[in-house]
Every structure is written in structure tokens, then in C-alpha cells.
């Protein structure tokens, strides 16, 4: 079973950067396609990036443009660069293997708290 650990998180003002990257034990890592999903609180939580297991990224229109996902697949890690940061970017975020449909795969992992405000 493949176990996932999202780090990075923290407080950041408005326009402000924050990496978060998520760390996942098994050897079929690679074989996964990832993403990158945030929930914030009294919302759904939603799919914001994914990253094919060949590289191939797509991301949500709300976050087009500021955010990237990479994918290290030696280490086992999926990353997420966020830049020019909004306070509605404010959620937890978590990493999960997804379906082609966007579905998560696996038990999700503790997640990580992105927090913006001034």
C-alpha cells in the first residue's frame, strides 16, 4: 500500500510563493498518474493539478498560470510550485495517485495547511 506525506505548507502573504511536495513509499509510484487537490474549510475538495505518470500536467482554471506540479520519480515525489499566491488559495492541500477520471486512488495522507493572508 502506498503511503502518502504532504510537507511544505505554512503562511504566505498575497502574491506570495510556497513548494509543497508530497513524499509516497511503493515501488509502483511511477506508474501513477498524481495530482495535487486542495479543500478548504465548508467547500469540496477539488483537484487542482495532476501530473501523468509520462509528465503530461493539466491544472484547474483557478489556478492556471501560478501553479506548477513535477513529478521526481526516483525520489517518489510529486511537487507543487505556487506562486503569486491569493487568499482563496487558502486550503489544505493533499496529494493522492489519481484515475483518469480524477479520482483518487489511495488513502489520502494528514495534508498540509496553505494559509494566505496579510
Known amino acids: 500500500q502506498v503511503q502518502l506525506v504532504e510537507t511544505g505548507g505554512g503562511l504566505v502573504q498575497p502574491g506570495g510563493s510556497l513548494r509543497l511536495s508530497c513524499a509516497a513509499s511503493?515501488?509502483?509510484?511511477?506508474?501513477?498518474?498524481m495530482g495535487w487537490y486542495r479543500q478548504a474549510p465548508g467547500k469540496q475538495r477539488e483537484l487542482v493539478a495532476r501530473?501523468?505518470?509520462?509528465?503530461?500536467?493539466n491544472y484547474a482554471d483557478s489556478v492556471k498560470g501560478r501553479f506548477t506540479i513535477s513529478r521526481d520519480n526516483a525520489k517518489r515525489r510529486v511537487d507543487l510550485q505556487m506562486n503569486s499566491l491569493k487568499p482563496e488559495d487558502t486550503a489544505a492541500y493533499y496529494c493522492?495517485?489519481?484515475?483518469?477520471?480524477?479520482?483518487?486512488?489511495?488513502?489520502w495522507g494528514q495534508g498540509t495547511q496553505v494559509t494566505v493572508s496579510s
Open positions: 501530473i501523468t505518470s509520462g509528465g503530461t500536467t
Open positions: 493522492n495517485a489519481i484515475t483518469p477520471y480524477g479520482n483518487p486512488r489511495l488513502s
Open positions: 511503493g515501488s509502483v509510484f511511477s506508474l501513477y498518474d
